[in-house]
């Protein structure tokens, strides 16, 4: 199996800098796209952003230019640097690996795993 555990967030001032990191553990064997989603109580999970295995990123366009997505190959960690934040970016963040291949009792297994959440909160 698969676990996915989050940190670095917190409460802070609208204009400020977070940094969310997600370290992926078990028997990975590689991982493709992984990705950060959050969601706000009341509203549907949306994607932040995500990157590729090569590197290549994708963000929605809420964050553009404020958020920046970078990977760890080697440690299966991803992070979000957050900065210039608002208000509206208070919302609980979701990292997620859509496909992981993982070994399992000899066997390779593929799955979608997401973390627990860490939640920003924004004061204005």
């Known amino acids: 199996q698969v676990q996915l555990v989050e940190s670095g967030g917190g409460l802070v001032q609208a204009g400020g800098s977070l940094r969310l990191s997600c370290a992926a553990s078990?028997?990975?064997?590689?991982?493709?796209?992984m990705g950060w989603y959050r969601q706000a109580p009341g509203k549907q999970r949306e994607l932040v952003a995500s990157i590729t295995s090569g590197g290549s990123t994708n963000y929605a366009d809420f964050v553009q230019g404020r958020f920046t997505i970078s990977r760890d190959n080697a440690k299966n960690t991803v992070y979000l640097q957050m900065n210039s934040l608002k208000p509206e970016d208070t919302a609980t963040y979701y990292c997620?690996?859509?496909?992981?291949?993982?070994?399992?009792?000899?066997?390779?297994?593929?799955?979608?795993?997401w973390g627990q959440g860490t939640q920003v909160t924004v004061s204005s």
């Open positions: 997620n690996l859509p496909r992981v291949w993982y070994s399992d009792h000899s066997r390779t297994r593929v799955g979608n795993y």
């Open positions: 078990g028997s990975i064997l590689s991982a493709n796209d």
